[in-house]
Antibody, heavy 127, light 112 residues
């Protein structure tokens, strides 16, 4: 059974950098895209971006200028950084298995999954 | 971005009765590979979202068969044949056809 466990700082001041990590266990880390999603009462669920085992990333344009995702295949971990946070970045942050890479004769296609989720972390930005 | 619009936003239900939630997308969700990547999620209070259905009508592992999905193109529906107490929570649709992925606003299923 695939499990995702998240950790990171839960309280930040404005202008600081949000940093979260998600560890994957119980299944393959390769050949998937791994996602970050956040949730607020005001905006609901918002997809932040995806990263695969090779480090290929896809970001939401609304956050792209402040977001960096990275991957550590030696530990089956992937991470999220959001710079210059404000109160608007206060949210519950989730990691999830976002998509599977289906290899064909030429390259691969990406099929969305969102079948496994982490437990969520509340990140609060306050001075 | 693809706008996902759910209705109703609040759905009072009687236990044992059926319920339906609508989800409409601002563009067709048919992918170039022929699949329609429309997921439904359930979120119980204090829990992470749980995938119920994928590609419109495929039930995820462990999901009771009282949950079903229908629709095509831009109009989709989640059906619950007989609501049970454990079904209470918020339901979200999500499109995975286009980037960025986008979610509906959520529909709160509550006891009448």
């Amino acid at each position: 059974q695939v499990q995702l466990q998240q950790w990171g700082a839960g309280l930040l001041k404005p202008s600081e950098t949000l940093s979260l990590t998600c560890g994957v266990s119980g299944g393959s880390f390769s050949n998937y895209y791994w996602s970050w999603i956040r949730q607020t009462p005001e905006k609901g669920l918002e997809w932040i971006g995806d990263i695969n085992h090779s480090g290929d990333t896809k970001y939401n344009p609304s956050l792209k200028s402040r977001v960096t995702m990275s991957v550590d295949t030696s530990k089956d971990h992937f991470s999220l950084k959001v710079t210059s946070v404000t109160a608007a970045d206060t949210a519950v942050y989730y990691c999830a298995r976002g998509a599977i890479m289906i290899y064909g004769l030429v390259g691969f296609s990406v099929q969305p999954l969102f079948d496994y989720w982490g437990q969520g972390i509340l990140v609060t930005v306050s001075s | 971005d693809i706008l996902m619009t759910q209705s109703p936003l609040s759905l009072p239900v009687t236990l044992g009765q059926p319920a339906s939630i609508s989800c409409r997308s601002s563009q067709s969700l048919v992918h170039s590979d022929g699949n329609t990547y429309l997921n439904w999620f359930q979120q119980r209070p204090g829990q992470s979202p749980r995938r119920l259905l994928y590609k419109v009508s495929n039930r995820a592992s462990g999901v009771p068969d009282r949950f079903s999905g229908s629709g095509s193109g831009t109009d989709f529906t989640l059906h619950i044949s007989r609501v049970e107490a454990e079904d209470l929570g918020v339901y979200y649709c999500m499109q995975g056809t286009h980037w960025p992925r986008t979610f509906g606003q959520g529909t709160k299923l509550e006891i009448k």
